[in-house]
């Protein structure tokens, strides 16, 4: 089976400084996804960044970006110039690549709390 | 557009009885999963239903069910509730097998 885990419970980080969030995973696979969920007090999950495993390139979204180490299943969240507003329970997830099917759920890591100081 | 969205927002229910949970997925969404997501903990996977047929389940006793209606909707159903059900109840929903999931913003259920 699957898991996910992430190492650190809580992380600080000062504005406008930079934050890295680690995940490693286990699997036998050797396709699939990768994703970051940021989940603020409002409750709402919602995706930071996803990286597909057969693309050696690591993804990129704005001030967001990862550091995926296949052959050591780490998979970490990188945030440059951190804002009050990235405050919140960060969550890497696991799915299993499905080729065109319905099937594959996410499985999570326990989270990561990030504060962000001003 | 509407995101995901679910209802009610928050609940309170007695031990034993039954709560009926509800999501409505992304317009042209098919996929929609249920996520069960106790207190300091990730969110654990309950249902997925994909065109209307249950497409996987985790690993949760058989007081919880789903459905997924005709217009990709979907009900959860927890009969006999118990003291540890008490969590948020995220439901997600997916275009394509390719895609992401988009979540909503949960039901925070509560047993007494």
């Known amino acids: 089976a699957q898991t996910v885990t992430q190492s650190q419970p809580e992380m600080s980080v000062q504005e406008a400084e930079t934050v890295t969030l680690s995940c490693t995973y286990d699997?036998?696979?050797?396709?699939?996804?990768l994703f970051w969920y940021k989940q603020p007090p409002s409750r709402q999950m919602i995706l930071v960044i996803r990286q597909e495993a057969y693309k050696q390139q690591n993804a990129t979204e704005n001030r967001f970006s990862v550091n995926f180490q296949k052959a050591a299943k780490s998979f970490s969240l990188k945030i440059s110039d951190s804002q009050l507003g990235d405050a919140a329970m960060y969550f890497c997830a696991y799915r299993h690549f499905n080729y065109g099917g319905s099937q594959g759920n996410l499985i999570f890591g326990k989270g990561t709390k990030l504060s962000v100081k001003p | 557009d509407a995101g995901v969205t679910q209802s009610p927002t928050h609940l309170i229910k007695t031990r034993g009885q039954h709560v009926t949970l509800r999501c409505s997925p992304i317009s042209g969404h098919k996929s929609v999963s249920w996520y069960q997501q106790v207190l300091g903990q990730g969110p654990q996977f309950i249902f997925q239903y994909y065109e209307k047929e249950e497409r996987g389940r985790g690993n949760f006793p058989d007081r919880f069910s789903a459905r997924q209606f005709p217009n990709y909707s979907s009900e959860l159903n927890v009969n006999a509730l118990l003291l540890g059900d008490s969590a948020l109840y995220l439901c997600a929903s997916r275009w394509t097998g390719m895609g992401g999931y988009t979540f909503g913003s949960g039901t925070r259920l509560t047993v007494v």
């Open positions: 699997t036998s696979e050797s396709d699939y996804y």
